[in-house]
């Protein structure tokens, strides 16, 4: 960089931008209101997430170091950032708004369904987990975060069964194929599965290069599911 040039832009100084817009009084949740240009939706992508996991890190009553360690691994914070991370966690906590106001605006933002939001719920449950169970109360929230994220209750099972050993997936159920399906359509919808959750297809629809890692799950479980299947239809 050249001597008296402004830094380059990143991810948290626009998040750090967007913050320094608040009035006195005004919550976290008001910055939704200024992001709406497709461009804006990587810190819209990283405000919702870290909101929703301050607030599913509350869901049982209380914030622990692991769940705050937790949203550290699925949502690279570098060193010289974490400042500004912690504001936006401590504003969330804080805030009066429900978790439901956010859900419901990054949902908006991306429609209903989308790949996106099911990467965000991954997170999620990670956080949830981090004190190694799912507490009920987490189980709820994880619940009514994914009906307005449009994620359907065989979609929550799959998600849910990437985290929990004790909750096996369906390996059907993970690629969306019936189980009578020809071993060469499992194939095709195995590799459409890897294309949709590749890295840079996340990023181009919003998801920021600092929270690609959310991904890392499930490409674990869509791998895992099409071995499990032409494992068995071997002869």
């Not at 908006?108 to 790949?115: I, S, T, V």
Request: hydrophobic content about 50%; charged content about 30%; some cysteine.
């Amino acid at each position: 960089m050249i001597s008296g040039e402004p830094p380059p832009e990143t991810l948290w100084s626009r998040i750090a931008a967007a913050l320094s817009a608040l009035r006195r009084g005004e919550g976290l949740s008001e910055v939704f209101g200024h992001l709406r240009t497709p461009p804006e939706r990587t810190v819209a992508f990283a405000i919702a997430v870290i909101a929703l996991g301050a607030k599913m890190a509350k869901a049982d009553g209380q914030v622990t170091r692991d769940e705050v360690r937790a949203f550290r691994e699925v949502f690279h914070v570098p060193p010289e950032e974490q400042v500004n991370a912690a504001r936006v966690f401590d504003l969330a906590r804080q805030d009066v708004a429900g978790f439901d106001l956010y859900a419901r605006r990054i949902a908006r933002m991306f429609g209903p369904g989308d790949r996106v939001l099911e990467t965000v719920l991954e997170g999620l449950f990670h956080i949830a987990l981090a004190d190694g169970s799912l507490d009920a109360r987490e189980e709820v929230f994880l619940r009514e975060v994914a009906g307005i994220f449009g994620i359907s209750e065989r979609g929550f099972r799959c998600i849910k069964a990437e985290f929990l050993p004790d909750a096996p997936a369906d390996p059907y159920e993970v690629l969306d194929v019936a189980p009578d399906a020809p071993l060469a359509d499992v194939r095709a919808a195995w590799a459409r599965a890897v294309r949709d959750n590749h890295p840079d297809r996340l990023i181009a629809r919003g998801v920021p290069a600092e929270a690609v890692r959310l991904a890392e799950a499930r490409m674990v479980a869509i791998n895992r599911a099409w071995e499990d299947i032409r494992r068995d239809a071997a002869p």
